[in-house]
């Protein structure tokens, strides 16, 4: 799904910063791709930290949460949006490409066209929260495009904790990805889709346990490309020049959203700020 057909815009439309929100800390492996693939672009980074997480929620309330982050984003003149949760692109994506002008995308659909380009034999995986998994939003996507693609799926919703706490190289992280991938490596994927934010923290232990064959797709960085080929395509590439600056704001908890957050990002995180989205 596109974000959208757009004429190229002014130079200031462009100098305008990227807006992207998640449910929490997860979008930040998305925000991090976008930092290092477009180095001079100013970004404005929402966690819904205080509502999170949106997995377990109604597909009412991810869509209801979903309208008001892209709400606050709008208000701060952002360009282009990234609905860097994987429920919220599942669930709500549709209905606020409907309702609002800014272009716009989220993090299964880049994610399904890479596994189409990488998949050899058909047979491609997919993992991530029970939310993402029980919504076959990437089986759905994967089979837009390619009907005879097999896609085996699997909920890992401990590796969220084990990402949050910094749990890439224990022991019991790799016997618990044992029992969640195990019967995937039985199906003989030559593909898995990492359809969680937070699991490219694990492609380590991932890895390991799939087999060095299994081609890991991290939708984080595959959206990331797609934002920066659809900017570059629509006149609103940033001009070199001038500081980037990076914002972050969060709904609740803000010094917990640091505290994880700087694992994410593998540098410091400054400049965030709580804000109640009921009074905005």
Known sequence: MSPGNQKPRSAKESDRPIGIFDSGVGGLTVAKRIFELLPHEKVIYFGDTGRYPYGPRSP???RRFSAQNVEFLLRQKVKFIVVACNTASAVALPELKRNHQVPMIGVIEPGASAAIRSTRNHS????GTV???SSQAYQKAIHRRSQKTRVFSAACPLFVSLAEEGYVDKKATLLIAKDYLEPLVRKGVDTL???CTHYP?????ISQV????????DSAEETAKEVKNFLADHGLLRSPGGKAFHRFFVSDIPDRFVQVGQRFLRS???NVRKIDLDRQ
């Open 60 to 62: 009412q309330i991810v």
């Open 124 to 127: 491609v995986g997919v993992i």
């Open 193 to 195: 889709v990492l359809g």
């Open 210 to 217: 799939m087999g060095r064959k299994v081609r890991l797709i």
């Open 131 to 133: 939310g993402t998994i």
């Open 268 to 270: 410091p995180i400054r």
């Open 201 to 205: 923290l694990l492609k380590k232990v």
